[in-house]
């Protein structure tokens, strides 16, 4: 036997062994919550547009502009359009947190968050538009 040589253990631990003890990132439950409030309040929203589509079937070009640019009408799609890109948003940044990993995870989160907020708020502004250019125009 060799004296001069240390006797040397390998501890293999497993992932949930290394992960206890460094506490939770406290957004989880943050986020489970803010996804929930988003869908809850797509619901009513989104059935009030589905509804909205079937009355304006078949409806021309400026009876549909007409009905975009009520003030009540337009604040609804407004909502609409704005929870909606939020609500992918937050549902994209899971999978990229769940599935994207190395350096390319910041960039992708990234990527993610400017990409729905700028589609999100082209959404807006169209329907904005569509509101101040119709009150505009009939004053």
Known sequence: ???????????????????????????????????????????????????????????????????GGKPVNAALLTALVGTSFYHAEAGL?????????GKAHAP???LVRIGAGLLGMIGIVSVLKLAFTRSASKG
Not at 23 to 52: C, D, K, M, N, Y
Not at 93 to 101: A, K, L, P, R, S
């Open 1 to 67: 036997m060799n004296a001069t040589s240390p006797t040397h253990h390998t501890v293999q631990r497993s992932q949930l062994g290394r992960a206890r003890g460094l506490g939770s990132g406290h957004s989880g439950t943050e986020h489970w919550i803010v996804e929930r409030v988003s869908a809850a309040s797509l619901l009513p929203l989104s059935g009030w547009f589905v509804i909205q589509m079937f009355r304006l079937g078949g409806a021309d070009y400026e009876k549909v502009a007409d009905w």
């Open 93 to 101: 940044q899971v999978i990229v947190d769940d599935y994207v990993h």
């Open 108 to 110: 992708a989160k990234l």
